[in-house]
């Protein structure tokens, strides 16, 4: 009782003095609209808390236990954090994770940003190029996997077809997919095509964004194409291009799917990844707690990221 | 004039160039798979590649539906991708509605709970995740699936954020002429978000159809398999009969073309307003 009073004082309604019919009706519409709020949230809330607050939690807790899923389980402290440092494959997963991420982050970003400046002008078609664009983005990943699979085929996929018709020697081919050195290039070129038209529609609504002024502005200066992208669209673009750097960082930390359906994590280790590597901790070796423990390193990881995003944002802000 | 004239032309015609050499790239995998999916197995990978196969194999169309149970498993992903979708926009919409629009005690700390999960990567919690389902007794079952997709951090976000941008005077002037929340909600906000909720539709069927990873691990018999996994199965079972491949996986794709292309106009839109600003 004197708690919700309290609430009330400080939340600059009228003071609860003595006038306590006041206060209590409000009081009493404070509860019937918080109960209204509450029964919107519910239904989303309640399947959200269970199915993913709980699990994430039961996540943390599980990095500091030793478990395989069907015996009991132990507390293990920081063994799990200890093997961390002995285990070839995670250092080599972590690597690969940050070669994925510091190639494809970049590549990514600048192909979206030109697609998206050229379909910003009126061109005839220009409805169809940006859906083209698109369509990788939504396709079906295990379908266009094992297309491009099926063109980087080492032997007979059409691009190294292309390649000796154009004079280069089978023995230099590159091995694509299959080809220890040349693995992660195809996840990471496969990566872009199918990623790209995501990043480009952002741009674009970025892009819708700035005013028209500017440019006017820079056409009576005597600004020529070049000049006015340097200096106007890209500084412009600056939150756009915050904002994707760190969606597509986060998003390349996690990558999983097209690693799974291209290369398998290998040829050895040369595409394993972090993600990847939980996975083959948890359901093929089943060992929840150590795959826990890395998904915990993962999560710092995109923590970090998303921590300096809102930093960058509030200094914006400021 | 006449300079800048073709200056112009020139640089129109770099511009289509580029834009033309792009959509190639990102177009050829689509017309190589559907040109594969009407050729014999081991007229797949002729060079120089035939676009139009001269002899069309629709056989490969026909051959799909019996080698695996294709029928079944689109029956059971457009089962799972429905629920999932209007689950989705019904209560993210629902509970985006008092994110933004009402107030109420821990508001805030409520909604950085759901923003916390948005950078958290799927694979942190699939473990537990699993194990929870597991003592549900819910391995095995749709049920499982649509708990997993039904209810995201994401949606509730994109739609609170939309709903941002409708002006609060509105709703003011709706309460004063007598209508209650709900009415609000129902009458006012969701006809107002059509390009929010076309943006979650595409995003929710899109990752739903598509989905690979969640059914592989939760689905193991034949009868309640996903279109996905069916098609791996096919791909490592027939792994040298690429033109049925190919058919399958172009059926694969075309509900979500479908989708893609009848929402496709309000996407833009909805992306624009789903605030970059944050």
Same mark, same amino acid.
């Given at each position: 009782m004197s708690l919700s009073n309290s609430v009330i004082i400080a939340d600059g309604a009228?003071?609860? %003095?003595?006038?306590k019919v006041t206060v209590l009706s409000k009081r009493q519409r404070r509860i019937r609209n918080a109960l209204v709020a509450y029964s919107f949230i519910a239904p989303n809330f309640i399947g959200f808390a269970v199915f993913t607050l709980g699990p994430i939690l039961f996540a943390f807790a599980l990095a500091f236990m030793h478990w395989d899923g069907s015996n009991a389980i132990t507390f293990a402290g920081l063994d799990n954090f200890w093997l961390l440092f002995e285990d070839k494959a995670f250092i080599a997963a972590f690597w690969n994770t940050v070669i994925y991420t510091v190639a494809s982050v970049p590549a990514t970003l600048v192909c979206a940003l030109g697609l998206a400046v050229l379909l910003?002008?009126?061109?005839?078609?220009r409805d169809f190029f940006r859906t083209a664009m698109f369509f990788p983005y939504v396709a079906s990943l295990v379908a266009v996997a094992v297309v491009w699979n099926m063109i980087f085929n080492?032997?007979?996929g059409p691009v190294n077809m292309l390649l000796y018709t154009l004079g280069l020697d089978p023995k230099n081919m590159p091995g694509w997919a299959a080809d220890r050195h040349w693995a992660m290039v195809t996840v990471i070129l496969f990566g872009i095509w199918k990623n790209m038209g995501y990043y480009m529609v952002i741009y674009l609504a970025g892009l819708q964004g700035i005013n028209a002024e500017l440019y006017e502005a820079a056409d009576l200066d005597g600004a020529n194409s070049w000049q006015k992208f340097i200096h106007v669209t890209v500084p412009q673009l600056g939150p756009t291009t915050f904002f994707v750097t760190v969606m597509l960082t986060i998003q390349s930390f996690k990558v999983f799917d097209q690693i799974y359906m291209?290369?398998?994590?290998?040829?050895?280790?040369?595409?394993?990844v972090l993600v990847y590597h939980i996975y083959n901790e948890a359901f093929? %070796?089943?060992d929840l707690g150590y795959s826990s423990m890395v998904s915990l390193v993962l999560f710092f990881l995109v923590l970090a990221v998303t921590v300096f995003q809102f930093r960058r944002q509030k200094e914006d802000e400021a | 004039m006449r300079i800048a004239g073709r200056k112009v032309t020139i640089g129109t015609i770099a511009i289509y160039a580029i834009v033309i050499a792009v959509t190639l790239i990102m177009l050829m995998p689509f017309a190589w798979m559907l040109s594969a999916s009407l050729k014999l197995s081991r007229d797949v990978?002729?060079?120089?590649?035939?676009?139009?196969?001269?002899?069309?194999?629709?056989q490969n169309y026909v051959d799909i539906w019996t080698k695996i149970p294709l029928a079944l498993f689109i029956y059971n992903t457009s089962k799972l991708t429905i629920i999932v979708t209007l689950l989705q926009l019904l209560t993210s919409s629902f509970a985006a509605y008092a994110f933004a629009k009402l107030n109420f005690p821990y508001k805030n700390t409520l909604f950085l709970g759901y923003i916390a999960t948005?950078?958290?990567?799927?694979q942190v919690y699939m473990v537990p995740q699993f194990l929870l389902m597991r003592e549900f007794g819910l391995?095995?079952?749709h049920l499982a699936l649509i708990c997993l997709q039904a209810f995201t951090a994401f949606g509730v976000f994109l739609m609170r954020q939309f709903y941002m941008s409708i002006p609060t005077e509105l709703c003011e002037a709706a309460r004063i002429d007598g209508m209650n929340e709900y009415q609000i909600w129902a009458r006012i906000m969701l006809p107002l978000s059509k390009p929010a909720l076309s943006t979650l539709t595409i995003f929710t069927f899109v990752s739903t159809w598509n989905d690979f990873l969640g059914p592989m691990i939760y689905l193991t018999k034949t009868e309640l398999k996903t279109v996905q996994i069916g098609l791996r199965m096919f791909i490592s079972q027939y792994s040298a009969e690429y033109g049925l491949i190919m058919a399958a996986s172009v059926v694969a794709l075309i509900p979500v073309l479908i989708v893609f292309l009848v929402l496709q106009r309000f996407f833009v839109e909805g992306i624009a307003s789903t605030g970059l600003k944050g």
């Open positions: 009228p003071a609860a %003095s003595g006038r910003n002008q009126k061109i005839v078609g080492p032997e007979m291209i290369t398998q994590g290998g040829p050895g280790t040369s595409t394993l093929i %070796s089943w | 990978f002729a060079f120089p590649i035939e676009w139009i196969p001269s002899v069309p194999q629709w948005i950078a958290m990567p799927w391995n095995n079952t």
